[in-house]
């Protein structure tokens, strides 16, 4: 053991500091080549591949030649205008000027679409310290029109000279409606993705039809889905989706909902014919309000204490319908609520309708959006005919007026005559006929439709 520790001692190292090599090579020629060898960012100092340094025989220019033509891609800004955009390019205000006055004519400079990408070219300068010269300008419009300014009649070898001309090139579009059908399967999502259809087009679908159905418990895996959206397609080969313009579902070949966009609001109405509107909560009956939610002094009792509910002023007899889609999950007498329906329906959410002459209803039954489920009485702690409503979510109760209603509306003479027609439309596309590539208008090569207008640009200045 003494000798081993006797051999570690002897091979001890050095305490004393090491000297450190140089970082850089101190003679330039050799730094160069040793910069050129370096694996670190451009930012940095690195240089791009391997260089030789400059000999005595390299003679500096006193400027660097310029390029011809300087291509580059601008977008337009949300915010920004079309003339700051150009201006942050290069353009000069001269090219700026009659690049606007000739876009103009064509559209509107304010419907130019945030995000619209600018094709530009710039041209040789004149001399130096001037702008370039605007040669070309190009970019999509609108989903059918493609604008194109370029510099036209100039000499052989001149660097400017000629006049700005606009060229617009209409693109042939077909706006055929893109249908697509398909089973739910365990996921209405998953299958409608798979299937091609867009996100947002699956996410209205759901939103429209949860209105009308049970989406958790009415939908089962072997029902089919119907849906056709507003679809634009291109003769160049771009594709643009729209809006939902009819939800559909099918059991056993079977429409269980069909509802088609309808109006200049865009609600969804029952395709069954009837073009009934099923957006929203329906007003139980059609009386006005007289008592609502919170504390009150009770008519009867005598006292102060919580009213849990709103009451709706309406002659006895008139019928009260289900707000929305439901379950009957109580029917009969609830001590001074008198002859009540509660009906339990989708979200954690529950009504009760209080004080009936009589019920249309009995527990466990399925009841419809506006269906008929009794009439308006004055049994239990009542002063006389009216509906006491409340509404429950989770058991606790809320205030009914949270909760808007809607009209129920329905089309009726020459306007349900439009909307049958639409909705007979609407389902004469064929499924996917939409996807299909846009032949040709004869057996020419396809080519945009083309028109070129020019504006002496020199003789509106003059004016």
């Known amino acids: ?10 091979f001890w190292p050095s305490m004393a ?14 730094r160069d080549e040793f910069r050129s060898q370096m694996i670190m960012p451009l930012a940095l100092g690195a240089d791009s591949g391997r260089r030789m340094g400059p000999t005595a025989k390299v003679i500096p220019l006193a400027s660097a030649p310029e390029r011809p033509q300087i291509s580059m891609l601008a977008t337009l800004a ?48 004149a001399e130096e310290g001037v702008p370039r010269p605007l040669d070309t300008l190009k970019f999509r419009a609108r989903f059918d029109l493609e604008l194109e300014v370029a510099r036209q009649g100039v000499a052989e070898g001149a660097s400017t000279g000629g006049m700005l001309a606009l060229q617009k090139n209409v693109i042939r579009v077909d706006d055929t409606p893109l249908r697509v059908r398909g089973f739910v399967g365990a996921s209405l999502y998953r299958s409608m993705r798979a299937a091609g259809v867009p996100a947002s087009a699956v996410q209205d679908y759901i939103k429209a039809l949860d209105n009308q ?51 200049d609001e865009g609600r969804f109405f029952e395709a069954s014919g009837v073009g009934e509107q099923r957006n929203g909560l329906v007003a ?17 009792l005598g006292y102060r204490r919580m009213h849990s509910g709103m009451d709706f002023r309406a002659r006895r007899g008139t019928p009260i319908v289900a707000v929305t889609d439901g379950t009957v999950s109580s029917a009969g007498r609830a001590g001074g609520c008198g002859i ?28 419809r959006r506006g269906q008929v489920i009794g009439y308006v009485g004055s049994t239990g702690l009542s002063t006389g005919p009216h509906l006491h409503y409340e509404m429950y979510r989770g058991g606790k109760a809320i205030n009914p007026a949270s909760v808007k209603f809607v009209t129920r509306a329905q089309l009726s003479g020459a306007e349900l005559a439009d909307f049958r027609r639409q909705l007979s439309k609407l389902k004469e596309v064929e499924v996917g006929a939409a996807l299909q590539d846009l032949t040709p208008l004869n057996n020419e090569a396809e080519e945009p439709l083309r028109e070129i207008e020019k504006i002496d640009l020199a003789a509106r200045t003059a004016e």
């Open 340 to 367: 009540a329906v509660k009906l339990k329906h989708g979200g954690n959410l529950s009504t009760r309708y209080c004080h009936m002459s009589r019920m249309s209803v009995q527990r466990g039954q399925q009841v």
């Open 17 to 30: 500091p090491l000297e450190a090599r140089t970082a850089m090579p101190q003679d330039d020629n050799v």
């Open 284 to 300: 139980p009956v059609p009386g006005q309000i007289s008592s609502r939610f919170g504390m009150r002094r009770h008519p009867i």
């Open 78 to 125: 949300p915010g920004d205008s079309f003339a700051s955009m150009l201006r942050r390019a290069g353009v000069s205000s001269g090219d700026i000027g009659q690049v606007s006055a000739l876009v103009g004519q064509a559209m509107p400079l304010a419907e130019i679409e945030p995000g619209t990408q600018i094709d530009i070219v710039l041209g040789r300068r």
């Open 1 to 10: 053991m003494i000798g081993l520790g006797a051999v570690a001692l002897a």
């Open 213 to 263: 159905i049970n989406m958790d418990r009415e939908v089962a895996s072997t029902d089919e889905f119907d849906i056709v959206i507003a679809y634009r397609r291109a003769a160049t080969g771009e594709r643009q989706a729209g809006k939902l313009l009819y939800a559909g579902l099918e059991r056993d070949r079977k429409p269980r909902t069909q509802l088609m966009r309808w109006g």
